[in-house]
């Protein structure tokens, strides 16, 4: 279940009814990325790099060579501390795409069911908000344990799996429920949803191809919460969330 809702997200990442979505999510995060990037170099140059010369300042001049070398491990440090942001940048982008990927796959995948109701862009937004400051705190936590031998590559996974996971599936599961139900139902299948959680932090670690990870991990959890809504009808589904009525 769990991959074949991977299988169908990947085939959804290129499809034609998803290529505006695909443009408009991969150009946004390589913008907030970028933008974070540059921030990130001017404030090092602007608050660190002055240190040097308080430290050193006799620096003999056929040592320029030094600080030129030093300025480009410096840049590619910065873009190293960013690809630890990926994560918390991808639930912000995810919260305000997330409905129109869903859209496109409820749309050419399941025609005869009723299409879920997008959230109110208010909700969204706040819901994007407090997503990111979870995943932020959560990814500080994997930081932390970089620095314990045998446990920072596993906690990077364990955080991201978790927290990826339950939200993107809330996310999809409230088109069609209320937010209450959404997490009840999350909680009810949490280790299927764990499980898929920990594909979406496994895309997540591949240089380059994460920046898609908002595209794939809302497909997944679209699929995955379809095919546990078939296989456990004991969570009814909230009609009052259906873009138009069920049909009988």
Same mark, same amino acid.
């Given at each position: 279940?769990?991959?074949?809702?991977?299988?169908?997200?990947?085939?959804?990442? #290129?499809?034609?009814?998803?290529?505006?979505? #695909?443009?408009?999510?991969?150009?946004?995060?390589?913008?907030?990325?970028?933008?974070?990037?540059?921030?990130?170099?001017?404030?090092?140059?602007?608050?660190?790099?002055?240190?040097?010369?308080?430290?050193? *300042?006799?620096?003999?001049?056929?040592?320029?060579?030094?600080?030129?070398?030093?300025?480009?491990?410096?840049?590619?440090?910065?873009?190293?501390?960013?690809?630890?942001?990926?994560?918390?940048?991808?639930?912000?982008?995810?919260?305000?795409?997330?409905?129109?990927?869903?859209?496109?796959?409820?749309?050419?995948?399941? *025609?005869?069911?009723?299409?879920?109701?997008?959230?109110?862009?208010?909700?969204?937004? %706040?819901?994007?908000?407090?997503?990111?400051?979870?995943?932020?705190?959560?990814? %500080?936590?994997?930081?932390?344990?970089? #620095?314990?031998?045998?446990?920072?590559?596993?906690?990077?996974?364990?955080?991201?799996?978790?927290?990826?996971?339950?939200?993107?599936?809330?996310?999809?599961?409230?088109?069609?429920?209320?937010?209450?139900?959404?997490?009840?139902?999350? @909680?009810?299948?949490?280790?299927?949803?764990?499980?898929?959680?920990?594909?979406?932090?496994? #895309?997540?670690?591949? *240089?380059?191809?994460?920046?898609?990870?908002?595209?794939?991990?809302?497909?997944?959890?679209?699929?995955?919460?379809?095919?546990? @809504?078939?296989?456990?009808? @004991?969570?009814?589904?909230?009609? @009052?969330?259906?873009?138009?009525?069920?049909?009988?």
């Amino acid at each position: 279940m769990i991959l074949d809702a991977a299988r169908r997200s990947l085939v959804n990442l #290129f499809a034609p009814e998803s290529r505006a979505v #695909f443009w408009k999510t991969l150009g946004l995060t390589i913008l907030v990325l970028t933008g974070l990037w540059l921030m990130l170099r001017e404030a090092f140059v602007y608050y660190a790099w002055p240190w040097v010369a308080v430290f050193l *300042p006799d620096l003999p001049d056929w040592t320029g060579w030094l600080t030129f070398v030093a300025a480009i491990g410096a840049s590619i440090g910065l873009a190293l501390a960013l690809a630890l942001l990926i994560a918390p940048i991808t639930a912000l982008i995810a919260g305000l795409f997330l409905d129109d990927v869903a859209e496109v796959i409820e749309k050419r995948d399941y *025609p005869s069911e009723p299409a879920g109701n997008a959230m109110p862009l208010g909700q969204a937004i %706040i819901g994007s908000i407090q997503f990111l400051g979870v995943v932020i705190l959560g990814n %500080i936590v994997a930081l932390i344990m970089l #620095f314990i031998p045998g446990v920072n590559l596993v906690a990077f996974f364990l955080v991201n799996g978790y927290l990826l996971g339950r939200e993107f599936f809330e996310f999809a599961a409230m088109r069609f429920r209320s937010p209450k139900d959404a997490r009840a139902f999350r @909680s009810k299948h949490a280790s299927t949803v764990f499980l898929a959680g920990l594909l979406i932090a496994g #895309f997540l670690a591949i *240089p380059f191809v994460n920046l898609l990870t908002p595209l794939f991990a809302a497909g997944l959890m679209v699929h995955l919460h379809k095919s546990l @809504s078939r296989r456990d009808p @004991s969570f009814a589904l909230d009609q @009052s969330r259906f873009a138009e009525p069920l049909r009988r």
